[in-house]
């Protein structure tokens, strides 16, 4: 037996007792006459003692030899520490070693395994493995299980049945690239790797399982981000005979079940926004409803007063960012250099400071009278001790960088609170979006969406203009959750594929398999999928996921732990029938 407890367990209640530990040697502390050992496993750390009046020679001067990470087993009596930690658990007792055995020595490791570490964010990754000892890493391991472990129960207690799809798939166009396998039985021909299960799931639907869920691996070839990865996790989920309302009132129940259960917050509100409606006040479709700063849209007031800056664009936005009267110039300039940055793209910004005795200073005074200031205060909701920042341009473009800018000022004003949680759905996407660089519609969500009903007649003279059955869950400013309902009849869905540009022929060779089934009696059908990784990461009070994730990839779509992707032999190359041609 190599522990009869654990690191984390002993208390006082247990002093006397003869135990057995097993871990790692987080430090020592040597004496001479007495050394101090803390010995940590998952569960925590306990302190050992050796005594050279009560510890065996030999065992002390193996003691002395101990050094960081070394795996080792003692044995030994629970006794009273003379100087009490209230910051461990443990914290109350420590080990009289009787007995030492080193089960594995340890180099000394690149970077310290403690909370606080001195090893940079590519070191760690190389040595993913010590990584994972310390404690801020484990527990958010600890953590995605424990979310894990509630939405299989939460699921299963709706009727959800789990099934499991391929991960050897054909290629269809989705919206990434696929990752593609050459298949050695079948020469020239490759699967690809799924982006999601969602034919699969419709499938599953036709095959009459009414409920599943899987919580299930995607892979997408895309440039890579904080909260993305190559491959990531979903919650996926379908329903048969249902409508949009049915998933709108199940997933809100789940969410909020979930975040209970895994937080102990009670949520109550799950408004609801169209896209349409998102993209005015908040300028993307994923906003941040913690917080205020909602658009202001100031064309018919800033516009025709002889600032040309205005004049000439199709849009002049502003908010009202709260106490920011006070702002120095310094400070109002350190915002401007932020927007002009190329991340963000902008020209600049125009302010207007709403001073506390009620008068306004902007940096346009000589094209706008103080009542003209007001009513900008007025439309965008600034009261007196506010800062009001407006910025102008292309319509789409300016409210992307206004919106930037509004969760830049959330962040530095303390106003987005990991311990707050503020869900939304958007609804009512756009069916279709317009591709500049293949002059063609492309499905917003994919092509199996299904358009609202009294939409379909615009799809031949306004394509642009029909919404989808589409929605997303949006929590503290990002996507969770999208999903749809389905078109579940063939000729709704050939009427897709033609739109979308794919002739029959191409839509066959595609999407056949599904076509075929959808012959055989699909029921209505609709579904969500949670992204599980970033919904783990903002219920732990974070935005980026890779802490959540055991072996992440770098932001190249690397492992530098593994050094993968790599070349592969030239037996193998000709085994898959491959020749690889090394651009220049």
């Known amino acids: 037996m190599y522990r009869s407890h654990t690191c984390g367990e002993l208390r006082i209640?247990?002093?006397?007792?003869?135990?057995?530990?097993?871990?790692?040697?987080?430090?020592?502390?040597?004496?001479?006459?007495?050394?101090?050992?803390?010995?940590?496993?998952?569960?925590?750390?306990?302190?050992?003692?050796?005594?050279?009046?009560?510890?065996?020679?030999?065992?002390m001067e193996k003691a002395s030899q101990l050094g960081r990470e070394f795996v080792i087993q003692v044995k030994g009596e629970v006794i009273e520490r003379e100087s009490k930690n209230p910051n461990m658990p443990t914290g109350d007792v420590e080990i009289l070693v009787s007995e030492l055995n080193i089960l594995n020595s340890a180099q000394l490791p690149p970077f310290t395994i403690e909370d606080e570490t001195d090893?940079?964010?590519?070191?760690?990754?190389?040595?993913?493995?010590?990584?994972?000892?310390?404690?801020?890493?484990?527990?958010?391991?600890?953590?995605?299980?424990?979310?894990?472990?509630?939405?299989?129960?939460?699921?299963?207690?709706?009727?959800?049945?789990?099934?499991?799809?391929?991960?050897?798939?054909?290629?269809?166009?989705?919206?990434?690239?696929?990752?593609?396998?050459?298949?050695?039985?079948?020469?020239?021909?490759?699967?690809?790797?799924?982006?999601?299960?969602?034919?699969?799931?419709?499938l599953l639907m036709v095959g009459g399982m009414d409920k599943y869920f899987q919580i299930v691996k995607c892979f997408r070839d895309e440039d890579l981000r904080a909260d993305r990865q190559p491959e990531f996790?979903?919650?996926?989920?379908?329903?048969?005979?249902?409508?949009?309302?049915?998933?709108?009132?199940?997933?809100?129940?789940?969410?909020?079940?979930?975040?209970?259960?895994?937080?102990?917050?009670?949520?109550?509100?799950?408004?609801?926004?169209?896209?349409?409606?998102?993209?005015?006040?908040?300028?993307?479709?994923?906003?941040?409803?913690?917080?205020?700063?909602?658009?202001?849209?100031?064309?018919?007031?800033?516009?025709?007063?002889?600032?040309?800056?205005?004049?000439?664009?199709?849009?002049?936005?502003?908010?009202?960012?709260?106490?920011?009267?006070?702002?120095?110039?310094?400070?109002?300039?350190?915002?401007?250099?932020?927007?002009?940055?190329?991340q963000i793209g902008a020209n600049g910004l125009v302010w207007v400071k709403y001073n506390e005795d009620g008068s306004l200073k902007s940096s346009v005074d000589k094209f706008y009278s103080e009542e003209d200031l007001k009513a900008w205060a007025e439309r965008?909701?600034?009261?007196?001790?506010?800062?009001?920042?407006?910025?102008?341009?292309?319509?789409?473009?300016?409210?992307?960088?206004?919106?930037?800018?509004?969760?830049?000022?959330?962040?530095?004003?303390?106003?987005?609170?990991?311990?707050?949680?503020?869900?939304?759905?958007?609804?009512?996407?756009?069916?279709?979006?317009?591709?500049?660089?293949?002059?063609r519609y492309h499905a917003m969500h994919h092509p199996f969406t299904s358009p609202k009903p009294e939409d379909i007649k615009l799809l031949d003279t306004e394509p642009g203009k029909v919404r989808a059955n589409a929605y997303d869950l949006v929590l503290n400013g990002n996507e969770i959750g999208g999903g749809s309902i389905r078109i579940h009849d063939k000729n709704t869905q050939a009427m897709m594929f033609n739109?979308?540009?794919?002739?029959?022929?191409?839509?066959?060779?595609?999407?056949?398999?599904?076509?075929?089934?959808?012959?055989?009696g699909a029921p209505p059908h609709g579904g969500i999928a949670f992204g599980f990784d970033r919904l783990v990461a903002i219920l732990g009070g974070q935005e980026t996921i890779r802490d959540y994730i055991a072996f992440p990839k770098n932001n190249s779509g690397r492992d530098v732990m593994i050094d993968a992707p790599a070349r592969i032999s030239e037996d193998q190359l000709k085994e898959l029938n491959l020749k690889l041609q090394v651009n220049s």
């Open 13 to 59: 209640e247990d002093q006397g007792k003869q135990v057995t530990l097993s871990g790692w040697v987080q430090k020592t502390r040597d004496k001479g006459f007495m050394v101090w050992v803390d010995l940590r496993d998952r569960y925590g750390l306990t302190q050992l003692i050796f005594d050279e009046k009560r510890t065996p020679k030999e065992i």
């Open 119 to 202: 090893g940079g964010e590519d070191l760690r990754m190389k040595y993913r493995y010590l990584d994972i000892r310390r404690n801020p890493v484990k527990n958010k391991l600890i953590f995605r299980s424990k979310v894990a472990m509630e939405v299989r129960k939460l699921l299963s207690e709706k009727g959800f049945i789990e099934v499991e799809t391929p991960v050897l798939i054909k290629s269809t166009p989705e919206g990434a690239r696929d990752f593609v396998v050459p298949s050695r039985m079948n020469e020239g021909q490759f699967y690809a790797l799924p982006q999601s299960p969602q034919t699969f799931k419709q």
């Open 233 to 342: 996790t979903q919650i996926d989920c379908e329903m048969a005979f249902v409508e949009q309302e049915d998933i709108l009132n199940m997933f809100e129940d789940f969410t909020r079940n979930l975040i209970k259960a895994v937080k102990g917050v009670e949520i109550t509100k799950f408004p609801r926004m169209t896209y349409e409606q998102a993209m005015k006040k908040y300028g993307n479709d994923k906003p941040d409803i913690r917080f205020g700063m909602e658009f202001g849209e100031l064309n018919d007031l800033a516009k025709n007063k002889g600032f040309n800056v205005f004049d000439q664009q199709e849009l002049v936005v502003g908010i009202a960012v709260p106490g920011a009267a006070s702002y120095t110039r310094k400070e109002i300039d350190k915002l401007i250099d932020w927007v002009k940055r190329p």
């Open 380 to 439: 965008t909701g600034a009261k007196a001790g506010d800062l009001i920042l407006v910025m102008a341009g292309d319509a789409d473009k300016t409210r992307t960088q206004l919106s930037a800018l509004r969760m830049h000022l959330g962040n530095e004003l303390g106003l987005r609170k990991a311990d707050e949680f503020a869900p939304l759905w958007v609804v009512d996407f756009p069916l279709l979006e317009w591709d500049e660089e293949t002059g």
């Open 499 to 520: 739109h979308l540009g794919f002739t029959p022929e191409e839509a066959k060779a595609q999407f056949g398999f599904l076509m075929d089934a959808f012959q055989y």
